[in-house]
């Protein structure tokens, strides 16, 4: 919605970041204050500074089902990382819309379709779900590719909403499958680790990327990231397919 609404603006008014930028602030001073007039659902105990303390690690009764969900998590937040990098310039660039709006449709189209994809999941196993997100994944971002070679853009943002739906379902899938396996004082260190290995997956392909494209250009830039999410997520599907996680 933050990015429809964005794009929307940056449209019709000169002073869109301000607007933008200006209602962030605003809400977020606004629920600075709503937020202590929440209860609490957790029971307080002591050691409160303690907590502030970060740890990070793989408890053992999770270690094999994580690292066995590594491919996965790589695919689908370096899809993640893709689309909102490179997917307003490919909008531009490559199909040639100039209008904020489609180029928005990318963050929209994506997160969307991963929500509503995580939403009719839920009464599917982990395997199931995650079998199915690398497979969108895979048959997504290979419709992109296919998508920016014909070049169409109506191809291009149906591809990406089937990617989109393995974007949200990876994760999904591979948090209900290594969540149950640790007690609840391992969580924290559990999901610290889990979202380290999902921002180095989001961020430094992203990073590479973009020094890729002064080099080579955009188009061979999104081809070869495109190939590098394909291959995560065939790994990503076999070892789930064939492996033991549940």
């Known amino acids: 919605m933050g990015a429809l609404v964005a794009g929307v603006l940056m449209d019709v008014t000169e002073l869109a970041e301000a607007d ?13 204050v709503v937020i202590w007039f929440i209860p609490e659902t957790a029971p307080r105990h002591e050691g409160v500074w303690a907590s502030l303390r970060p740890r990070i690690g793989v408890p053992a009764t999770a270690a094999r089902a994580f690292w066995r ?81 014909w070049p169409s853009l109506p191809a291009y943002l149906a591809a990406l909403m089937i990617a989109g739906t393995g974007f949200g379902t990876c994760f999904y899938g591979v948090l209900r499958s290594i969540v149950p ?35 080579v250009g955009l188009t061979l830039t999104t081809l070869g990231y495109c190939a590098l999410i394909v291959v995560f997520s065939a790994i990503a599907g076999l070892l789930r397919k064939f492996g033991t996680v549940d």
């Open 181 to 215: 396996l640790v007690r609840p004082d391992e969580r924290g260190e559990l999901f610290a680790s889990l979202f380290t290995l999902s921002y180095l997956a989001f961020g430094l392909p992203t990073l590479l990327a973009g020094v890729m494209v002064g080099a």
């Open 20 to 32: 933008v930028f200006g209602t962030l602030v605003a809400t977020y001073a606004l629920f600075t």
């Open 69 to 149: 969900s590594a491919p996965a998590v790589i695919a689908g937040w370096s899809t993640g990382g893709l689309y909102l990098s490179l997917g307003a310039p490919i909008v531009r660039h490559i199909f040639n819309a100039e209008d904020h709006l489609t180029q928005a449709s990318v963050i929209v189209l994506l997160c969307a379709s991963g929500a509503t994809a995580c939403h009719a999941a839920r009464g599917h196993s982990s395997r199931r779900v995650t079998l199915y997100g690398t497979l969108a994944l895979s048959i997504g971002t290979a419709l992109t590719l296919a998508a920016i070679v």
